[in-house]
C-alpha cells in the first residue's frame, strides 16, 4: 500500500522550533522528488520546500533561512526542520512526492496532513 505518513506537528510559541517528518512505503523513494506544502483556513495550498532525488533544494520565500528540507533515502523519510516559527506558519503542512524517472507506478502521491500551530 502506497502513503505518506506525516508527523511532527502540534502547538508552539512563537520563536519555537518544530521537526515534521513523512515516512513513505510503497514508492521507490529514491526517484521521487520530496516536498513540504501548507495550507492555512482560506488560502490555497502552496510549496513550502522541496528536495529533488539529487539533493537539490528550494524553498519559499518566506521560509527561506528558517526551514531546512533534508531525506533519508536508507529510511524512506524527508524532513522539515523548523526554526524561528512564526504565528503566519500556522497551517496543516503535507508531505508530497513526486516522481521524476519513470520506474515506478505512482506518479504523484499525498500525505493526510499534520497541523502546526505557531501561538502564545
Known amino acids: 500500500q502506497v502513503q505518506l505518513v506525516e508527523s511532527g506537528g502540534g502547538l508552539v510559541q512563537p520563536g519555537g522550533s518544530l521537526t515534521l517528518s513523512c515516512a513513505a512505503s510503497?514508492?521507490?523513494?529514491?526517484?521521487?522528488?520530496m516536498g513540504w506544502y501548507r495550507q492555512a483556513p482560506g488560502t490555497q495550498r502552496e510549496l513550502v520546500a522541496a528536495?529533488?532525488?539529487?539533493?537539490?533544494?528550494n524553498y519559499a520565500d518566506s521560509v527561506k533561512g528558517r526551514f531546512t528540507i533534508s531525506r533519508d533515502n536508507a529510511k524512506n523519510s524527508v524532513y522539515l526542520q523548523m526554526n524561528s516559527l512564526k504565528p503566519e506558519d500556522t497551517a496543516v503542512y503535507y508531505c508530497?512526492?513526486?516522481?521524476?524517472?519513470?520506474?515506478?507506478?505512482?506518479?504523484?502521491?499525498w500525505g493526510q496532513g499534520t497541523l502546526v500551530t505557531v501561538s502564545s
Open positions: 508530497n512526492a513526486l516522481r521524476e524517472y519513470p520506474a515506478d507506478r505512482y506518479l504523484e502521491v
Open positions: 528536495i529533488t532525488s539529487g539533493g537539490r533544494r
Open positions: 510503497g514508492i521507490i523513494f529514491n526517484i521521487y522528488a
